[in-house]
């Protein structure tokens, strides 16, 4: 019996794909995720490519997670530093991102090209939830698509504190996305 | 290519609310560097850094006003590590005290982690040769080269409790391939106990104790007991620190320390690391957008 609910869900689940197109999710788990927060003294960045990220072709819904402690410093103490001091992320594991793609339906998923697309939602890091906005570009190849896009935060709304934010690490931190769907 | 496959159901995707897997978190920072402060602590040095290192003790404070209370005099090991793996790094130094060199490995077994997958401890081996290159004061004996080595096998046992405290336990096994009399042992052992207490996000309060199972007849040979502070300072960590030990070998400090606390036979001293990044890690490798 329960080989049979298993099958029927499977036949279930084979025919649902071919009625909805649109209902495609995309998915990666390497997309990557850097950011800077260089000041003139001292060059701070990372590089995350662990990215787990999917989102829905039809309505733009879209998601974002990392660990915290997968960004990758050229500086080993600085990373310790980062998770230890200031981004707490023992306490704080993940950062994710929940929203929509606004202009989704611009993008044309079937036609090679490249997209502008805008992302509305909320960021949640540090423990702290914030609205944030980014713009960026949605490539297409192949029905392979590519988002790219960059965004500014300020590390004191996500109540990132620490001695040196202002002078050796900036205070608004330029994050770069980049993930690449299947 | 699993993930890939375009999926659907009858009622709106919603993934907004899709469960999150837990995470499994490998502990970091149960120490802020590799040393406690003479002997090795649980942590490694990151893979494709080589690590400076000055130690540097002072005299003793018994020595009195006449040698500035010990200021005067100095024994230092200056030291290159390097991380070959994120789990495996190896050594080398050169000591005053004696003229010893000494080189080591250390490698990372088990990993404290915390979240999906639990474990409680973390594990490394650490493994240390010294030469001690002082010329002989007498010309009774003349030694093999073999008889100037010594080696250290420790276990090193970790555990972070929370950001605030971290304890390590250190079983070590100590071979000296020449001792002074015929009735001495050559093989020794000690186990070492060590501390971090967390006292602001920069400064550390670390403590080293090492208790000798069996030990060498001279009297005068005590205990090493350190007590110092670990601090941070964005590019390294710098740790000052009391001790009664003189040198900074395994050799020296666990089982040839001479200064007794009560007696006021402390050393100030301090440990200094400048790190080096050698092979920048993949990510950096191809730098997109940094």
Same mark, same amino acid.
């Given at each position: 019996?329960? &080989? ?7 036949? *279930?689940?084979?025919?649902?794909? &071919? ?15 850097? @950011?800077?927060?260089? %000041? ?23 998601? @974002? ?5 997968? $960004? ?15 981004? #707490? %992320? ?56 590519? /988002? ?35 | /290519? ?6 659907? !159901? ?30 090795? =602590? ?9 690590? @400076? ?17 010990? *200021? ?32 080591? !490995?250390?490698?990372?077994? *088990? ?26 004061? !007498?010309? !009774? ?8 080595? %010594? ?9 972070? $409790? ?17 001792? &002074? ?6 093989? $020794? /052992? %000690? ?16 403590? #080293? ?6 030990? *060498? ?11 110092? $502070? ?7 960590? @710098? ?5 009664? =030990? ?13 200064? #007794? ?21 993949? #990510? ?7």
């Amino acid at each position: 019996m329960k &080989q049979m609910t298993k099958i029927a869900a499977m036949v *279930l689940f084979m025919m649902s794909t &071919q009625y909805s197109q649109a209902q495609k999710v995309y998915a990666t788990k390497t997309g990557q995720i850097a @950011f800077n927060a260089s %000041s003139p003294i001292e060059k701070i960045a990372a590089i995350n490519n662990q990215t787990d990220s999917k989102f829905v072709g039809e309505n733009g819904q879209v998601v @974002f997670a990392v660990l915290i402690k997968g $960004f990758k410093f050229e500086n080993q103490l600085m990373e310790d530093h980062f998770n230890e001091n200031y981004m #707490e %992320s023992t306490k704080f594991p993940k950062g994710d991102f929940k929203g929509y793609i606004t202009n989704i339906k611009e993008v044309n998923f079937s036609k090679d090209g490249s997209y502008p697309v805008t992302l509305d939602g909320n960021l949640t890091l540090h423990g702290v939830t914030n609205k944030v906005a980014a713009t960026g570009t949605m490539k297409v190849a192949g029905g392979a698509p590519e /988002m790219e896009g960059t965004f500014k935060i300020k590390l004191k709304d996500y109540k990132v504190e620490g001695l040196y934010i202002g002078e050796k690490i900036a205070p608004e931190v330029a994050i770069t996305v980049k993930c690449k769907y299947q | /290519m699993v993930v890939a496959a375009p999926f659907s !159901t009858q009622a709106q995707i919603d993934l907004f609310a899709e469960k999150e897997e837990e995470v499994t978190d490998i502990v970091t920072a149960t120490f802020k560097t590799t040393r406690v402060v003479n002997g090795h =602590s649980i942590e490694n040095v990151g893979k494709g850094i080589l690590d @400076f290192r000055i130690l540097h003790r002072f005299g003793q404070f018994s020595d009195g006003a006449y040698n500035l209370f010990g *200021l005067d005099q100095a024994s230092i090991r200056l030291g290159l590590d390097y991380g070959i793996t994120k789990n495996w790094m190896v050594g080398i130094g050169r000591s005053t005290f004696e003229k010893q060199y000494d080189a080591f !490995t250390k490698v990372r077994i *088990l990993s404290q982690t915390t979240g999906g997958r639990q474990f409680p401890l973390s594990l490394s081996y650490a493994a240390t040769v010294i030469y001690k290159s002082v010329k002989n004061p !007498t010309t !009774t004996y003349v030694p093999y080269q073999s008889d100037r080595l %010594s080696y250290a096998h420790q276990l090193i046992i970790a555990r972070k $409790f929370g950001d605030y405290f971290s304890f390590q336990v250190t079983p070590t096994y100590f071979h000296y391939n020449l001792v &002074q009399t015929q009735s001495t042992p050559n093989d $020794f /052992m %000690s186990v070492g106990l060590a501390s971090r207490i967390r006292i602001s996000k920069r400064v550390n309060l670390t403590g #080293e104790y090492y208790y000798r199972v069996n030990k *060498l007849p001279n009297p005068d040979y005590k205990d090493a007991l350190s007590i110092g $502070f670990d601090i941070e300072t964005g590019g390294h960590v @710098f740790q000052l620190h009391m001790t009664n =030990s003189t040198g900074m070998t395994e050799r020296t400090f666990i089982h040839e320390t001479t200064g #007794e606390w009560g007696k006021g036979n402390i050393r100030f001293g301090f440990n200094v690391s400048r790190v080096f990044t050698i092979i920048k890690p993949k #990510e950096f490798r191809n730098p997109a957008g940094l």
